[in-house]
């Protein structure tokens, strides 16, 4: 319980402070027009702090461990999933000369039929590789982050891998195509 003369100097006190943040907004308010008039003299805008904001927060994050290691970690999944396809590619090529040589003189379409081409051994040994080349590419994603984690399909974190590693082979785009165009 306060006196009146206590409450008296409380409700004086409390308007004093009142007064003087009112006064500290109409100075805080006249400096922040002030800052805006000085930003516009030397041609700095919102747009450009957005810029230098960005770039800075982008290097930060580029600098930082976690992305130096996932950048590593995803580069080296790239490297394995290329390793993969070229071996399936070249599994891919070896079958068909193979198959190629074993039917002189006539077409696949004319020599085995489907049933029968399903069954045979060449066909079951480069199933096999497909298989094992897929499975070792998705083990290779789940250690990366997670089957469904990695900020990306399935396609999608090959696609950039492959393109990564195309570039860091020196290699660049033409040299991706004519890769393929030898499978």
Partial sequence: MLSQEEREELKAELVQLEDEITTLRQVL??????????????????????????SR?????????????????????????????????TAIS?????MR?????????????????????????????????VTSLK???TK???ANHGGG???EVLSSTAHASAQSSGGGPRRAEEEELQC
């Fill in 29 to 54: 308010s006249a400096k922040e027009r002030h800052l805006v008039e000085i930003k516009q003299k030397l041609g700095m805008n919102l747009m450009n702090e957005l810029k230098q904001n960005f």
């Fill in 57 to 89: 927060s982008w290097h930060d994050m580029q600098t930082s461990t976690a992305y130096k290691k996932t950048h590593e970690t995803l580069s080296h999944a790239g490297q394995k999933a290329t390793a993969a396809f070229s071996n399936v590619g």
């Fill in 144 to 146: 990366v982050g997670g």
């Fill in 139 to 141: 083990e290779a994603l």
């Fill in 101 to 133: 040589s074993h039917s002189i003189g006539y077409s696949i379409r004319h020599s085995i039929s489907m049933p029968a081409m399903r069954n045979s051994p060449t066909f079951k040994s480069f199933e096999e590789r497909v298989e094992t080349t």
């Fill in 153 to 155: 399909s399935f396609e």
């Fill in 94 to 98: 070896k079958k068909f000369g193979d």
